[in-house]
C-alpha cells in the first residue's frame, strides 16, 4: 500500500514537467503583455517623432526664408549707394570760414617769433569744435554737422585730439603730410 501512495518516477517526471509548462505559459502570457505594451509605446513615440519631425520641418522652412530674407535685405543695404550730401551755400559758407580761420591762424604762427614751435604743435592739435564753436559763433551742435561735412571735405582732417581724449579737433589736410 505505501507503494501505491507515492508516486512512480515516471508521475514524478510529469508532475514536474506539467509545473514547468505551466510557469512558462505564466511567463509567455506576461511576456506577451509586456511586448504589446512596447508595441502601444512605440506606436505613440513614433507618432510623437512624426510631430517632431513635422515641427522641424516648418521650422527649417520659416527659418530658411527668414534667413533668405535677411540675406536680400543685407544685400540691398550694403549695394546701396551712399546718399551724397552735398551741402548747400549756408554750409558751403560755413566750412570756407572754418577753412580761413585755421589758414590764418597759420599765419600768424608764421609770424610770430616763437612761430616754428607753436606752429608745429598746432599743425599737430588744429581747433578744437567747441572753439570753433566760440569763435564762429555757432552753435555746438551745428559745429558737430559741419565736422561731418568737413571730414568728406578734401581740405580738412577730422580726428581726435592728441591730448584730450573726449575731444576732436579740425585741421588742415596738408599738415598730416608733414607731421603724422
Not at 59 to 73: A, P, Q, T
Not at 100 to 121: F, I, P
Not at 157 to 180: G, T
Amino acid at each position: 500500500m505505501r507503494a501505491e501512495l507515492l508516486p512512480t518516477a515516471e508521475d514524478a517526471r510529469q508532475i514536474l514537467i506539467e509545473e514547468r509548462l505551466e510557469r512558462l505559459e505564466d511567463l509567455c502570457t506576461r511576456l506577451g503583455r509586456k511586448v504589446e505594451q512596447l508595441e502601444k509605446d512605440k506606436k505613440e513615440l513614433e507618432e510623437k517623432l512624426h510631430g517632431v519631425q513635422e515641427l522641424s520641418k516648418e521650422s527649417f522652412g520659416e527659418l530658411k526664408n527668414e534667413i533668405i530674407f535677411d540675406k536680400k535685405r543685407i544685400t540691398k543695404l550694403e549695394d546701396a549707394p551712399e546718399a551724397e550730401c552735398k551741402p548747400n551755400e549756408k554750409t558751403q559758407t560755413h566750412l570756407e570760414s572754418i577753412f580761413r580761420l585755421l589758414a590764418a591762424k597759420e599765419a600768424n604762427y608764421r609770424k610770430d617769433s616763437y612761430g616754428k614751435a607753436l606752429l608745429t604743435q598746432y599743425k599737430r592739435e588744429g581747433l578744437l569744435l567747441s572753439q570753433i564753436s566760440g569763435i564762429l559763433g555757432l552753435s555746438s551742435e551745428r559745429v558737430r554737422q559741419l565736422a561731418k561735412l568737413a571730414a568728406k571735405d578734401s581740405r580738412f582732417n577730422v580726428c581726435w585730439h592728441p591730448k584730450k581724449k573726449n575731444s576732436k579737433i579740425i585741421r588742415l589736410s596738408r599738415w598730416d603730410a608733414q607731421y603724422v
